[in-house]
């Protein structure tokens, strides 16, 4: 299973949210950049980054604190946040970005996420963020009535390799994932299932692990120390 750090940005800075909640804001590092070569030296293999103003915005608003990041750093990174044309994911890119997440697009695109997904393969990533079951979109702030389990097996056929399941409710909390969502996702389609949010120990990694998912995001339990990402990689067997 691989982990994947969590690096929001909001203004520039690397920020979590509360149950994904603008309002709600904590700066967890003013400098983006060094979060991620902190990481990196830590041993991550990829990092996860979501440009949450690009989310709200329909464009890319940390372009260029991307472009920085992807400089600095030698491993992959993936990235999520308002990417909603061909254009979009090309400049990401041409930036360093190896992998872009489509979310708001999934639902309401699907003949951008057809040629994105015939374009670009397995460089497309498509993220569903859910409330009570129902997929969110434009950063959260829309709540649809397209269960989470419809938009997975529309994105199946589509032919998404790779899927990011967010629920909500537990973003941010450190309340634990969403295992029974995650475990039902598991059971209704063959995609690889990465897991974000709510993780807030090592056993909640190593449940994960043991559901056979193809990763984790984990955000605030490794600002907050709750999870040492060295520890993380070991119970995944990646060091």
Request: aromatic share 6%; net charge negative.
């Amino acid at each position: 299973m691989e982990i994947f750090p969590a690096i929001d940005l909001k203004n520039g800075r690397c920020v979590r949210l509360y149950q994904g909640q603008f309002q709600q804001e904590t700066v967890m590092n003013e400098n983006p950049v060094a979060q991620a070569l902190l990481f990196e030296q830590l041993g991550a293999r990829v990092l996860h980054i979501v440009d949450l103003d690009g989310a709200v915005a329909g464009r890319s608003e940390n372009l260029s604190v991307i472009e920085d990041i992807c400089k600095a750093v030698r491993i992959p990174v993936q990235v999520g946040g308002g990417i909603r044309s061909v254009a979009a994911i090309e400049t990401l890119l041409s930036v360093g970005v190896m992998k872009v997440i489509l979310g708001t697009a999934a639902l309401y695109d699907r003949s951008f996420v057809e040629e994105a997904v015939r374009l670009y393969e397995d460089k497309i990533i498509v993220g569903i963020d859910a409330k009570n079951g129902y997929v969110a979109t434009r950063g959260w702030l829309d709540v649809s009535e397209t269960s989470y389990v419809q938009l997975a097996k529309e994105m199946e056929k589509v032919g998404v390799q790779t899927l990011i399941f967010t629920d909500i409710s537990r973003d941010g909390t450190l309340a634990g994932p969403n295992f029974e969502q995650l475990q039902k996702l598991q059971d209704e389609v063959s995609l690889q299932i990465v897991a974000s949010g709510g993780v807030s120990s090592l056993a909640d990694v190593e449940k994960l692990q043991d559901m056979n998912l193809y990763g984790v995001i984990i955000g605030k339990a490794l600002y907050d120390k709750k999870v040492l990402l060295e520890e993380a990689l070991q119970v995944t067997g990646i060091c």
